[in-house]
Nanobody, 121 residues
Framework: QVQLVESGGGLVQAGGSLRLSCAAS????????MGWFRQAPGKEREFVAV????????SYADSVKGRFAISRVNAKNTVYLQMNSLKPEDTAVYYCAAGGFGERTYEYQYWGQGTQVTVSS
């Protein structure tokens, strides 16, 4: 069992930065790939980024490549999403998830409750 709690969301202006954190409980945290997904009103939940169990492999959605960076510190049971050069289109509820490495929601077993990110123009 893994429980996930996101934090760090908020309101920022376009071009600004924000860092999201996801704190995990469970002694097996380091064995999971960790992903970030987001969902805007009226839209499907979409993949943002993923990092494997060791942190040695990452993957990003085309829409955030070069702007976002995912990282993890297993000793702290925490995964991060650094978001730079934010755009209004990035506005969404952001979710962290634990599971197998991939870009689809069904590949993840555990989900946090989400944190709101709002980017104003």
């Amino acid at each position: 069992q893994v429980q996930l709690v996101e934090s760090g969301g908020g309101l920022v202006q376009a071009g600004g930065s924000l860092r999201l954190s996801c704190a995990a409980s469970g002694r097996t945290f380091s064995t999971y790939s960790m992903g970030w997904f987001r969902q805007a009103p009226g839209k499907e939940r979409e993949f943002v980024a993923v990092i494997n169990w060791s942190g040695g492999s990452t993957s990003y959605a085309d829409s955030v490549k070069g702007r976002f960076a995912i990282s993890r510190v297993n000793a702290k049971n925490t995964v991060y999403l650094q978001m730079n050069s934010l755009k209004p289109e990035d506005t969404a509820v952001y979710y962290c998830a634990a599971g197998g490495f991939g870009e689809r929601t069904y590949e993840y077993q555990y989900w946090g409750q989400g944190t709101q990110v709002t980017v104003s123009s």
